[in-house]
């Protein structure tokens, strides 16, 4: 992630005005990236998702998610298209909560029902 890497700050990735959240499973993804780094990178990697954590609001996984959750899960079986679980689970939180799911790779979430997606570039 370049804002971890220091590249790019939350800052030039979201404007104050944005009403961002993420899903219960990209804090999940987030801190498993922290388990899995060796004991150099930990430290910062430990850091900055504490940061994104204490800075983000968490949307969790309700039952209004998973109703949308079913819907896209019978979408995929009808469509026989491969998606990953988590794109999935994302993609479910964004549909309950009308948000648009903002991703560098937006090909796992294309043709989704319902699903906006937006792939920006980080403001200089």
Do not use: C, W
Not at 1 to 30: P, Q, Y
Not at 106 to 120: K, N
């Amino acid at each position: 992630m370049s804002a971890e890497r220091g590249r790019a700050g939350i800052a030039s990735l979201i404007d104050e005005s944005d009403d961002v959240t993420i899903a219960a499973v990209t804090a999940a993804e987030l801190l498993v990236g922290v388990q899995i780094a060796d004991s150099r990178r930990r430290p910062k990697r430990a850091a900055f998702v504490e940061a994104v954590l204490e800075t983000i609001p968490v949307d969790s996984y309700d039952i209004a998610v998973a109703r949308s959750h079913a819907l896209l899960l019978a979408d995929v079986h009808r469509s026989r298209r491969a998606r990953g679980a988590h794109d999935l689970l994302i993609a479910a939180t964004a549909l309950a909560n009308d948000r648009t799911v903002v991703t560098a790779d937006a090909s796992g979430f294309s043709e989704l029902p319902g699903i906006v997606v937006s792939a920006p570039t980080p403001r200089e």
